[in-house]
């Protein structure tokens, strides 16, 4: 999980505020998991130990704690990511409202499995219980990783924007003697090659997942971002060229 990855963005006031509250409690649920697991640990060792009904009960205690923290501690983190995505919206809302509709019904779940978790009776019911959270552990991992590949890809979206506002802005300028128009004629094809790298990162979002393990395009997403990188480096150093000679 890409969990210590999350970011503070900076956008508009009450998202700012809502994103920080949703983080500084991820972080404290995070601490709190890590907690309630080495007790778990402990827990799980003295009934290897003595096999006895109270160290069993012990056992089973400390496992519904400990699942149940890790709920919360998932679901704080989705909430978190899912508010960090209103930063550069507006560059790709529909697909950005898609993912942030599916990681909103990840985190009702995860609220749905903390009604069950305190049921939890025996090891029979957890280690049921524990399959189908397996099963649907992929499907919360491909909302996680979309999620943040969305965003690098709608921060690239505005960083395009970003450009050609910018040069749009030289080239009307009264003191531009034609310096950008070698840019222009070369920005379609840089263009077109920023936007094919980023809508092969969303494809890659978009691939079917079998099984019960994870199949993780997130270093694929990366290796597509990073050209995208590489191609808007270029246009600003371009550009950057054609404003000193504006300037001179």
Known sequence: MLFLLL????FAQDSAD?????????????DLYQKNYFDYLNKKDVYTQYRTLISEK????????VLFSRNLMLKSYLMALRVGLDKYKTMNSAETEKNQIEIKKWETWLDEQNLIIPNFNNNSDIQTWSKDFKRRYVEIQRAIYSGLAQSQINL?????????TL???????????????DWFTN??????LISKSLQTAAQLCRQPQRGNTFSNFYPDVKVEINKANTYLKSLITDLKSVAIKLNN
């Open 7 to 10: 970011v503070k963005p900076v």
């Open 18 to 30: 809502t994103y920080t509250k949703y983080r500084t409690d991820y972080l404290y649920q995070r």
């Open 58 to 65: 012990d056992k089973i205690d400390a496992t519904k704690t």
């Open 156 to 164: 690239r979206l505005q960083i395009q924007n970003d450009i050609e």
């Open 167 to 181: 040069a749009n802005n030289i080239k009307n300028d009264p003191k531009n003697q034609n310096y950008t128009n």
């Open 187 to 192: 920005y379609p094809v840089k263009s077109n």
